[in-house]
DNA sequence: TATGAATGAGGTTTCATTCAT
DNA sequence: AATGAATGAAACCTCATTCAT
């Protein structure tokens, strides 16, 4: 038997996304994952610490994920495709804690979330867009500014993509051609 | 004073921004406009009613501010420039009403708003989108994906300046540069 | 129909005696007050403050019944034993409402009343007594070892009454009695 | 390291004092005195059980210690004495055993307590009274009456001490001058 | 003797909504 | 158009208690 705490996780996972955070009860979720309405505030005090918990999980999971293309050997330029490219797929295969994400982040309950935590996740990847400004293969911009507009791209892609259908190769072209766009946008000139 | 709709609609807003949806009982929101408990359920008859009304305003709200520009005379290229430009400004000016339409576009509610009327308000823009594809001004992709990727930075450029603290000189500068860094990205090459 | 406040209140002094603070559910208030779970709600905010309004409303109650006798023309000797048997009479006429004082007294929640409507509550008292000691009447001790020993004999005697089921011709005999006891501890010498 | 037993019985005394019955739940004491969760319920059944056995404990400590008055050689009128200025000091010494007692009598719990306890433990102090009424040393009186005006002084005096805030040397004169009082009001005549 | 994860009944409270005025 | 007392379903959460280890 899986874990009670993850399956409790999981639940909330497809329930949140399905109805809302304020749509799903905590009882909705206990009785789902099989477990007793207590043992959810056994192991999360409260429902938002559960939301909160939830957010952490994906944005590690998803960070882990990055992480290995971001620190990779290799030019700077490849890692820098290799992030984007991979962050959509990943988008792509997660479609619910993708969404979940948003959802979160447009809540009032990210406020919830240490900012500490939030920096040092984006960190190997915030770096590496430092390095690339530095020396000169990004354009001359604040970093803040240039991870922004590079999330915005990450974001507008997957949006494309959800409401597009197209099949798997159809999709890795857009996914090819979206890059060299968001290219011409960032690179140096 | 104010008309009590109004008065209503606006608390509302500075409620649900502050707090959530779910964090926002319809009393507090009576309570702060200054209207009786049962005034609020006169005028929109449940509180979803009253979070899309709100939501429809501000929409309505911003494209009437955009589609002046849309629809001017003059070169696509300056009218598509002038709505990336007061896009962003707008958004500045109503920072509350910008996150709002946010959180709503990612919660459950937003399936609560028809979608023609979504796309009849986004339509001088996307008209204007369609039009720089097929005259070879923009790139040759799908106009949902070259929408995607404008909304996105519009976005992007929104939540940089939000964080950055600049002052308004630095603030039109970077805005200024930012939208040439799209138009590098979606330009016919 | 009687007022729906007044109507709850009357329950819970009963239901409180029963069963106890912990032992009564609102629900089960709200239920035999004849009004909905709710309204008990609209009326006090919490449990604790219903507990502390009914506290307080027994509390004034007796006062005001006292009042009259503390502030009477007459020689001080016969209003305060007019005070010392009214109250007796008082508690055994209102046994609930006596058990649930001493009841309250005896719990943290006692904590929850403001102190200065305390003081105010027992001042024409705590005056009378003031005035017995500085005309020579009562003894030469401070006012409140004095009102603290004065009101330990009334619960004294309430106890005993309580217990020993005397008619009434005893039961005033007694009080009687037990009034020139007290007299006797604290007259002048 | 103490005893778990005698551990979870000291801070079940401050918690329950502290916060109340309801107010303290079973898990913060196992928490505060320092064992699991189960090991409480190991050696108490109930939390009913583990706060009638702090009641029975206390009450025993306490009847021990003026035991050795009532039973001691000497006069009548010594003894009495003895015992009241011993539990007034007993009372000051330990004011949370003190306030939990008066706290468990006015709860509906006292009813958990069998009667024949009560009764042993009051006897040798009841049977001076009886004895004292007998001998004519004090008034003609009902004996549970003599008693229940003699408690009402040990707590009225304690009461009065509690909040006077003297230094021992005042205190002891209190005491003995409040018995002085006492001791007029019971003495026969 | 001791543990602590798991339980589930039940409690307090919230809150959108109604309706008589 | 406006009110606000009243509602009751349902939510979150607590907590005494159990039991396998």
Not at 2 to 24: M, N, P, S, Y
Not at 93 to 122: C, G, M, R, T, W
Request: hydrophobic share 40%.
């Amino acid at each position: 038997m899986v874990d009670k705490k993850e399956q409790i996780l999981a639940t909330a996972l497809r329930l949140f996304v399905a109805d809302g955070f304020h749509g799903t009860p905590t009882s909705k979720i206990a009785l789902e994952a099989g477990v007793a309405n207590g043992t959810l505030f056994y192991h999360y005090k409260t429902k938002e610490e559960l939301m909160v918990a939830l957010y952490n999980s994906i944005k590690g999971e998803l960070a882990n994920n990055i992480l290995s293309f971001a620190q990779a050997e290799g030019f700077i330029t490849t890692r820098f495709k290799n992030i984007f490219i991979h962050s959509v797929y990943w988008a792509l295969k997660n479609p619910e804690k993708f969404y979940y994400i948003q959802q979160f982040n447009f809540s009032p309950h990210l406020a919830k979330v240490p900012k500490d935590i939030f920096k040092q996740q984006a960190m190997p990847y915030t770096q590496l867009i430092g390095e690339g400004i530095k020396k000169k293969l990004l354009r001359q911009q604040p970093e803040e500014l240039v991870t922004a507009l590079f999330n915005g791209q990450v974001y507008g892609v997957c949006q494309y993509l959800k409401s597009a259908g197209l099949d798997s190769g159809e999709q890795e072209k857009t996914i090819n051609e979206a890059y060299d766009m968001v290219w011409d946008m960032l690179k140096y000139t």
